[in-house]
């Protein structure tokens, strides 16, 4: 196992190394870069954006109250030139990208060119909201889903089976997002109830509340999230979980297990459930990832939550490269991390399982 686990990891560097040269390339191809988008604030434009689909005037005389400012004269291309230098726009890009990989490898994800503060404290400040988001929704839709699949198994072909599957499906069609805004209208003072609150993870006062009241605080504000970004993975677990267990009830063993006289709890829990619950619980770091990263921006975005979903979204837009491809980096790297836990869990819960074996 020592030798596969030492392979997989040293498959990480190229991957991510390919992952990083490819955006970093097709990045190089997109208009609106960092410069630009300064030039564009300086001459009154708002964003670079708005200069290119023809607003940019407007938003000058808007934000300026007049038409004497800078962009109107022009900038001196001295000063262009000086932007460039700062942010090394004055390098090829192949030595760019080669300085910056040098810097990552030593850990030194530079520092955001627009907040004028590091990488590494920016993911660290946001990090904590979409964690509890991503953690609690994966705890929630395992707690739901298993059951669940393992009833529905139990039951298959019943009422019980055709009306839950309905739900299920129906579950797994409604976007995220659409999710969200339907909770927040009927939930959260939209048209019907004002149970729950409209937006952020913590109330004003909450500094000011006891520790209990925190802890309620918290989970008052982290339901609705919750639950939006749990419902296309509830329905996927929840027939992972049913399917799996139908392919060891119709096994040799689970009948030979009930010809001795076992009861029924028994050779469900007490053999086939480990088999089972394999390939469910060897995903769980994988799912965890999907939810972190997949339903965060828009997520937060709905429910006004600061995170790194919405972080990358607007450094995206902002075109802040250090926090663009430093948290690329990152997530890039704790997936394929992710990856190699995900093949340890299948040895944990099942130590029958040799991947050096199949590989040999």
């Known amino acids: 196992m020592g030798a596969y686990i030492l392979r997989r990891l040293l498959l990480v560097i190229p991957t991510l190394l390919g992952i990083m040269v490819i955006n970093f390339a097709l990045v190089q191809f997109v208009p609106g870069g960092p410069i630009e988008q300064i030039l564009a604030n300086l001459e009154g434009e708002g964003d670079v954006f708005e200069a290119i689909s023809g607003g940019g005037s407007e938003t000058a ?12 004269r022009g900038l001196p291309p001295e000063f262009i030139a000086e932007l460039e230098k700062e942010f090394g726009f004055d390098k090829p890009p192949l030595e760019r990208f080669l300085d910056m990989m040098w810097n990552y490898l030593r850990l030194d994800f530079g520092e955001s060119y627009f907040r004028s503060i590091s990488v590494i404290e920016l993911v660290l400040e946001k990090m904590p909201v979409s964690i509890s988001l ?16 393992i009833r529905k198994a139990v039951n298959d072909g019943t009422r019980f089976d055709t009306w839950t599957s309905g739900i299920i ?5 409604i976007p995220g997002f659409l999710f969200a805004i339907i909770l927040l209208v009927l ?6 109830y004002q ?10 006062n909450f500094a000011e509340l006891s520790l209990l009241g925190k802890i309620a605080d918290y989970f008052w504000h982290i339901a609705l999230p919750v639950i939006a970004s749990t419902i296309s993975g509830f329905a996927t677990l929840t027939l992972l979980t049913k399917n799996s267990f139908l392919d060891e009830i119709q096994k040799q063993y689970v009948m030979t297990a009930k010809a001795k006289g076992l009861s029924e709890s028994r050779v469900l829990y007490g053999h086939i459930f480990r088999n089972a619950m394999l390939i469910v ?13 997949g339903a965060s921006l828009i997520i937060e975005t709905i429910f006004s939550l600061d995170g790194l979903g919405r972080l990358g979204f607007e450094a995206a837009v902002a075109r802040d490269y250090p926090v663009i491809f430093g948290t690329l980096f990152i997530f890039g790297l704790m ?3 992710i990856g190699i836990l995900s093949d340890l869990m299948y040895v944990f819960v099942d ?6 074996g199949r590989e040999g």
């Open 335 to 337: 997936g394929l991390v």
């Open 169 to 173: 499906i129906m579950a797994y069609a």
């Open 134 to 149: 991503g953690l609690w929704s994966t705890l929630v839709a395992y707690l739901v889903s298993i059951p669940l699949g």
């Open 195 to 204: 149970i729950f609150p409209l937006r952020g993870l913590y109330s004003d």
């Open 281 to 293: 619980i060897a995903g769980f770091p994988a799912v965890f990832v999907g939810v972190f990263f």
């Open 61 to 72: 005389a808007n934000s300026s109250g007049n038409t004497d400012y800078v962009g109107a």
């Open 351 to 356: 130590p029958r399982i040799d991947f050096e």
């Open 187 to 192: 939930f959260a003072g939209g048209s019907y």
